[in-house]
């Protein structure tokens, strides 16, 4: 079988669905949409800056990405230009502009290059409009979503992107229960079209070895990994921490851009050290490698990429009941759960992560391993 994967972004979930694909026997192609300027994504390094108006760079054999992948799977760098008024109106107009174009070229491209099945990870404009094309031209498709609420943290409404694309009646993939339900409850799309797949292990992250080290960080500490937004619930994380004066040697580490402003009151705490900016992905490895576990104290979710991710490193989560937190984590077994905004039980957690030496199980349940997953997603290709 010949196939299509298209992203923008999120290859920590799609590089090793493609891997794994491959090695029984399929060929792949993925795409992944980046901004102008970009050199990296999620798991992947591709490289010297890309082009906006080059229409597919192909990642090279020597790129250490493919001591991981296997030679029947193409990764392939669509850049877009980002649009912004920094530069003025009409400059963005123009960006705009361009972007039309170059995704019209490409959804033709892909189009002629006769897939047997296409699994485009929807969530921008750019995404939708390459979906559109190929179902237009009677591709056989099937749309992902990582995300489908315009706010993970208010009853809200299904994002303007998933509206249009559901209307498409192409079959629908989603990672977890709690997405499943979202949609559910937000849309009039029948229970037959979704079908839950979970991802597996962001596997492409050991290519980077053992990281790259990152000043002032160092010994045993509690790390907080992912870009920063209020509703990732650092409040509740320094709350907790005032509750653990006890625990002499408590460190976390915030690392991450964007802001809270908390992050101004942390910084003048001598348990935190606040790395507020963009992490590459060789850091994120050695603060990974080198950390006690992972905390994720938010107040909304989906599902996050951080638990898959810091299981590749046999590091257990600290949680809140939010998303599909509690899908992956089991309490005492791979990490621990609090209510979200409950400081109180988020500090008796991490205690217990912290002070205690948990003989925790990082052994995957059947519907984390990428070889159950890709035959799901091979069976339902299949039938589409």
């Known amino acids: 079988m010949k196939i299509a994967i298209i992203a923008h972004g999120y290859s920590g979930a799609t590089l090793p669905l493609a891997k794994h694909l491959a090695d029984k026997g399929h060929e792949v192609d993925c795409y992944y949409l980046c901004w102008h300027g970009a050199t990296q994504m999620e798991s992947m390094e591709y490289g010297g800056k890309m082009s906006a108006l080059n229409i597919s760079h192909t990642i090279s054999d020597d790129n250490s990405l493919y001591n991981y992948l296997s030679k029947k799977v193409t ?7 980002n649009p912004s008024n920094k530069y003025g109106k009409y400059r963005m107009t123009l960006q705009n502009s361009i972007n039309d174009i170059h995704i019209n070229i490409v959804a033709k491209q892909i189009a002629n290059r006769h897939y047997d099945v296409v699994n485009v990870i929807l969530y921008t404009k750019f995404d939708l ?5 190929l179902v237009g031209k009677g591709i056989r498709c099937c749309v992902s979503y990582h995300e489908v609420m315009s706010d993970l943290t208010h009853e809200s409404s299904l994002l303007d992107v998933v509206n249009q694309a559901n209307s498409l009646n192409t079959p629908i993939i989603i990672h977890s229960k709690k997405t499943k339900d979202d949609l559910l409850h937000n849309s009039d799309v029948k229970e037959n079209r979704i079908n839950i797949i979970h991802f597996g292990l962001f596997e492409s992250f050991t290519q980077y070895g053992e990281g790259k080290p990152v000043d002032n960080v160092n010994g045993n500490y509690l790390l907080y990994l992912g870009f920063i937004k209020p509703y990732k619930g650092l409040k509740y994380l320094y709350e907790a921490s005032k509750r653990l004066s006890h625990i002499n040697d408590l460190k976390i580490v915030v690392a991450g851009g964007g802001y ?16 507020n900016r963009f992490i590459d992905n060789s850091e994120l490895v050695y603060l990974m490698k080198n950390c006690k576990g992972i905390v994720c104290p938010y107040i909304g979710a989906s599902q ?8 590749v490193f046999n590091k257990p989560v600290v949680a809140t009941r939010v998303g599909a937190f509690s899908e992956i984590i089991k309490e005492n077994i791979n990490g621990h759960l609090a209510e979200p905004a409950n400081s109180t039980q988020l500090a008796n957690s991490i205690e217990r992560l912290y002070c205690n030496d948990i003989p925790y199980d990082f052994s995957l349940p059947n519907f984390l391993l990428w070889d159950t997953i890709s035959e799901q997603y091979l069976s339902l290709f299949q039938n589409i």
């Open 75 to 81: 990764v392939r760098i669509i850049p877009l230009f």
């Open 129 to 133: 409009h390459i979906l559109r094309y």
């Open 260 to 275: 809270d402003p908390i992050l101004d009151v942390m910084k003048n705490d001598n348990r935190f050290t606040v790395i």
């Open 304 to 311: 996050s990429g951080l638990v898959q991710t810091a299981m």
